[in-house]
């Protein structure tokens, strides 16, 4: 049914939750799946009566029940027109309050039309985000000038939330955003809020879980020979597992809107319209663009004080300009910012696992109660660089290199940073393969392509270039404490090796050459230098990963990340395109 439901999603752009039926000879069990679990009904036995009276109430449910009780969004419709051709309509809230945690109140919606979605929904569980090239101006509808985005984005109920939204997050982008910024590309927010359903009185109510739990049918309808509500006896089912936690669930007791996370469904519309990273032609645009995520990183963490926490394949976006126009031919730009949290407001440990599996920092998969920062988004984006230039930066790289594995019956290291269903196993593998320049080289770099005599491979040795750079610059840094350096935690005093030789250190502290404009200063830092009277300094840990996170060294180790980055993307725009690696 997971595969299944995987489909589902992936075609039908405006379902949020899906319905399901198995039959096991007599015994029926129907199922609900949501953003972060499977529910099942007890079972019910097609020989009795009051079985086959719920069974037929269930079918009357799904036939009659409104858009939002079988799981479909009442905000979006697609429409078949003879004039127009095929295309959807998403009514969008439009932008009443300007400051924090705009909750939601009864206002109009603005309509986008789009032919369809350029980002699809392909998970059984998560935010199942989407993304629609669109216009208001339906004449106009295939010349889209905005992006529309919807996700189901956790929430907190009630209107005393400290919890971000990405509607907050984007609000304080535009408010702070700069059109003058140059080389900084982010979302800039044209419109977004809670997407909800108009009553026939013109009042509208939001589309949340409570809105598909509260009176769903499995909440309703007696369990076969007991007093208890079919709630009651809801569970589970082996297997799987909620969206946020790793163990398997206990039987569930309570209410279904109290058995799932509180979500929202999110519509936010933005002013750029941008291709997925996979629609990258060369090595060296993926370098420019892998910058200007990080630069625009960098600048809304300097100015907004927002960090990032899930840098991912899925959230870094091509642009495109125009030949002859003054911008670069391409660009990148770091989207969703649903993971963001303000560390200046919420100072508490945030101990909860946030981003995509594969790239995950080890502090992130491994639960550990300190604070997420930005050294955490610089090591997600060296898992990021890996992958890709592993698998194949884009379509036709992917299918040569696929071939290519498959022929060769080749063993990719890095495949277990995904395949691995224990997220702690993940973060050892990570530790093993990061500990040493050797073991990086060997298990990770080695296996990006590089094209030989007579063959079609790619050449991604700008890729294998800039991926030892970014590693010497975070794990074995010179110029910070050899507790700092590695992957493993320490079992000695000087447990670590020093493979750090081909580190070249010498621009970290002058002013190499610039690239596009530099990038940010930290000037919001949240933590204080070790040693200060406020904060003196802590014990060394046996963890790397955690000293790394001190002040001196987290500064360090980032300004050097910033400047091998930067370097990159100067070497790849100063290279003539005849001389680019294809």
Request: glycine share 6%; net charge negative.
């Amino acid at each position: 049914m997971l595969c299944y439901s995987r489909h589902i999603y992936e075609s039908q752009h405006n379902r949020l939750l899906i319905w399901g039926l198995t039959f096991c000879g007599s015994l029926a069990r129907v199922y609900n799946s949501g953003p972060d679990c499977t529910l099942s009904s007890a079972d019910l036995d097609m020989r009795e009566a009051s079985s086959r009276r719920q069974f037929v109430e269930w079918l009357v449910y799904m036939s009659l029940g409104e858009d939002e009780q079988r799981g479909f969004n009442p905000a979006m419709q697609f429409v078949d027109s003879e004039m127009r051709g095929k295309y959807w309509k998403i009514d969008v809230p439009e932008i009443v309050d300007e400051g924090y945690h705009s909750g939601y109140t009864d206002h109009a919606t603005m309509s986008y039309y789009s032919r369809g979605p350029t980002v699809v929904a392909g998970s059984s569980f998560g935010r199942n985000t989407r993304g629609f090239p669109a216009t208001k101006d339906i004449n106009s509808i295939d010349r889209p000038d905005v992006f529309v985005k919807t996700a189901w984005q956790h929430a907190e109920r009630g209107p005393n939330s400290t919890r971000l939204s990405e509607l907050d997050c984007l609000k304080l982008i535009k408010k702070e955003f700069d059109d003058g910024k140059d080389g900084i590309n982010v979302p800039i927010l044209v419109a977004g809020g809670v997407m909800a359903k108009r009553r026939s009185d013109g009042s509208f109510v939001p589309l949340t879980t409570d809105a598909f739990y509260v009176g769903n049918i499995l909440e309703r309808h007696k369990v076969v020979g007991s007093s208890a509500t079919i709630g009651d006896g809801l569970v589970q089912q082996p297997g799987l597992r909620s969206a946020n936690d790793d163990e398997r669930s206990p039987l569930l007791d309570r209410p279904l809107s109290k058995l799932v996370a509180f979500r929202q469904q999110y519509a936010l519309v933005t002013d750029k319209i941008c291709e997925p990273l996979n629609t990258v032609k060369t090595a060296d645009e993926l370098i420019i663009v892998l910058y200007d995520a990080m630069r625009a990183h960098s600048w809304v963490l300097e100015n907004c004080s927002l960090v990032h926490r899930d840098i991912s394949p899925n959230n870094i976006m091509v642009g495109r300009n125009e030949a002859g126009s003054d911008g670069p031919p391409v660009y990148g730009m770091l989207i969703d910012f649903d993971c963001a949290i303000n560390p200046n407001m919420e100072r508490v440990a945030r101990p909860e696992r946030t981003g995509t599996k594969p790239f995950m920092s080890v502090p992130n998969l491994e639960g550990h109660p300190e604070q997420r920062t930005e050294l955490d988004d610089w090591e997600s984006l060296l898992y990021v660089l890996c992958w890709i230039a592993t698998f194949g930066i884009n379509a036709d790289d992917r299918n040569i290199l696929a071939e290519v594995h498959k022929k060769h019956k080749v063993t990719l290291e890095i495949s277990e940073w995904h395949t691995s269903n224990n997220i702690v196993a993940i973060a050892t593998k990570k530790r093993n393969h990061l500990h040493g320049l050797d073991l990086f080289t060997t298990n990770i770099v080695a296996c990006f392509p590089i094209p030989r005599e007579d063959d079609e491979l790619p050449d991604y040795r700008p890729l294998q270039h800039l991926a030892i750079d970014l590693y010497n610059a975070m794990f074995q840094h010179p110029k910070v404490d050899e507790g700092c350096r590695g992957a493993l935690k320490r079992v000695d005093d000087f447990g670590y090796s020093d493979d750090y030789d081909d580190y070249d250190s010498s621009s970290d502290d002058d002013n190499s050459s610039k690239v596009g404009g530099t990038l940010p200063s930290f000037k919001n830092m949240t933590m204080e230098p070790s040693g200060s009277t406020d904060n003196p300094a802590k014990p060394m840990s046996n963890d790397p990963f955690i000293n790394r996170m001190e002040f001196s060294a987290k500064t360090k180790i980032i300004k050097g990340l910033k400047r091998k980055l930067e370097k990159h993307a100067g070497l790849v725009k100063a290279r003539p395109a005849a001389a680019s690696p294809k």
